[in-house]
């Protein structure tokens, strides 16, 4: 048969990535796929760099992405090009022309995905998007057809690399996260601009995916809460650890009866979770299904050949689909379109969780039982108090509180409460705790 053509819009990092395994694995793949994939087109507006990492390969090099979609011998567009506004006319437009779509692209997704599945299902193409999510580790496959006889309860992940080495080097070294940054950005961990990730919004685009997976409900990037690692004190890190803790910047999502809870923030996971352990820029997503348990995926979240790893199974599966019934392939969030739900996304105040605070506080008689006393007057069960011993004539201390799960507006409350004490000196240290259990 002959090998079904594809156009890569982009030829960058996952682009050269996809390129170079394709024609490495060639054989491999076609034996899978039952016929080759080829890459046919590439567009950069670098053409000559873009020439350079095809070499001699029968390839067309372009600088306009619209000259690929609209070529009628590409079967399947690859999008890694990246951003938002450009992609999505890009993608639309694949659409539009009948042609199967391949991206890695989160942020469209997460943000447009509402608009691009719709209009991909109006034309009978496949959307697929397995490299949008935790890189090379293939969860949106196990999510969507692995674990598909499971009610899926919780999903919490690991799911932003930049961050994850951040806070490994915080942890093992006592840097701050200023320090550790540059560090990153020297490595090319980090963007010049590292603002989607260290501020969560890369994190909360990948869980606004999973999240529609596991609960067939639409992305709802805007519903999200989410919090990056920008403000996290070593100290924390710190007494975290003393307490049996480590941070993480965990995506989480799950299943309540009120709603789905949908959030990415620094999260204290007990260090006997294997997620706990995950260091470095490696990801990790944990899955709890009602049938299965707990299971754990655990992997590259990005680089050239990881990301290409999934990239290219997508290339297969629709490869192996192309020329199903579009009504017997794999749906786009896994759901038939009319299962889907309409369960809402709860608001952060209405969110359980249980959590860790660290108060500023003055060294002296009573201070500890006006706060335990406020935190009673809202119901909020404390789980672990720790105090370390104020310095030689500070005469003020730093006073950690865990407390049991309780609901975020409660917890809002007494923390305005507290924070109202003249004896609270700064600004209380606020965060979340998750026994993933
Ligand atoms: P790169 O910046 O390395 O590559 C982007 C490519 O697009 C370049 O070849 C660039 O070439 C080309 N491009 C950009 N704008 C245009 C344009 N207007 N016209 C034509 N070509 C254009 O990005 P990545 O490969 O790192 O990322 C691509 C996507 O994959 C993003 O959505 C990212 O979030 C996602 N992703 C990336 C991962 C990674 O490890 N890097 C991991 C998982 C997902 P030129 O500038 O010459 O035009
Ligand atoms: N910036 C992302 C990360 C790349 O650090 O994980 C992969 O999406």
Redesign the pocket.
């Known amino acids: 048969m002959k090998a079904i053509k594809v156009g890569l819009l982009?030829?960058?990092?996952?682009?050269s990535g996809t390129f170079h395994v394709l024609r490495r694995n060639q054989a491999e793949i076609k034996g899978r796929a039952g016929r080759g994939i080829e890459v046919t087109m590439v567009?950069?507006?670098?053409l000559a760099?873009a020439r350079q990492i095809v070499g001699d390969a029968d390839v067309v090099v372009t600088?306009d992405?619209f000259e690929i979609i609209r070529n009628p011998e590409i079967d399947i567009v690859v999008e890694?090009?990246?951003g938002c506004d450009?992609a999505r006319s890009l993608v639309l437009e694949a659409i539009a022309q009948g042609k199967h779509v391949v991206t890695?692209?989160?942020?469209l997704l997460a943000v447009h995905g509402t608009e691009i599945f719709a209009a991909a299902r109006a034309k009978g193409v496949m959307v697929a998007f397995e490299?949008?999510v935790a890189?090379g580790i293939p969860i949106i496959k196990a999510l969507r057809e692995g674990l598909t006889a499971n009610r899926i309860e919780w999903i919490a992940g690991i799911i932003n690399g930049t961050t994850n080495f951040i806070l490994s080097e915080m942890r093992s070294k006592g840097l701050d996260f200023a320090t550790v940054l540059k560090e990153a950005q020297r490595l090319g961990y980090a963007e010049a601009d590292p603002t989607f990730d260290v501020e969560g919004v890369d994190a909360a685009h990948k869980l606004t995916l999973m999240s529609a997976i596991a609960f067939g409900v639409p992305v709802q990037f805007d519903k999200a809460h989410v919090e990056g690692i920008s403000q996290l004190q070593a100290a924390d890190i710190k007494y975290a650890e003393q307490l049996g803790y480590r941070i993480k910047l965990l995506g989480l999502t799950r299943r309540r009866d009120t709603g789905i809870e949908l959030r990415v923030h620094p999260t204290l996971v007990p260090m006997s979770r294997l997620i706990a352990n995950v260091e470095g820029a490696m990801n990790a997503v944990v899955v709890q299904g009602d049938a299965v348990g707990t299971t754990l995926y655990y992997g590259k979240g990005?680089?050239a050949e990881p990301?290409a790893s999934a990239v290219i199974a997508d290339l297969v599966d629709i490869t192996r689909l192309h020329t199903a019934d579009p009504d017997h392939r794999v749906p786009h969030l896994a759901f038939q379109p009319d299962a889907m739900s309409d369960t809402a996304i709860l608001p952060m105040a209405e969110v359980l969780t249980s959590y860790y605070l660290r108060l500023r506080v003055a060294d002296e008689a009573g201070v500890l039982s006006r706060i335990t006393t406020i935190l009673a007057e809202h119901d909020i069960s404390i789980d672990a108090v720790l105090q370390r011993e104020s310095n030689e004539g500070e005469r003020q201390t730093d006073l950690i509180i865990l407390t049991h799960e309780t609901q975020e507006g409660r917890m809002n409350r007494a923390l305005a409460q507290m924070q109202g004490l003249n004896t609270v000196l700064a600004p209380i240290v606020r965060l979340r705790k998750e026994e993933l259990a």
Do not use: S
């Open positions: 982009g030829i960058g990092t996952v682009g567009c950069r507006r670098d760099q600088a992405p890694t090009i990246g450009l890695a692209n989160k942020a490299a949008a890189g990005a680089g990301t």
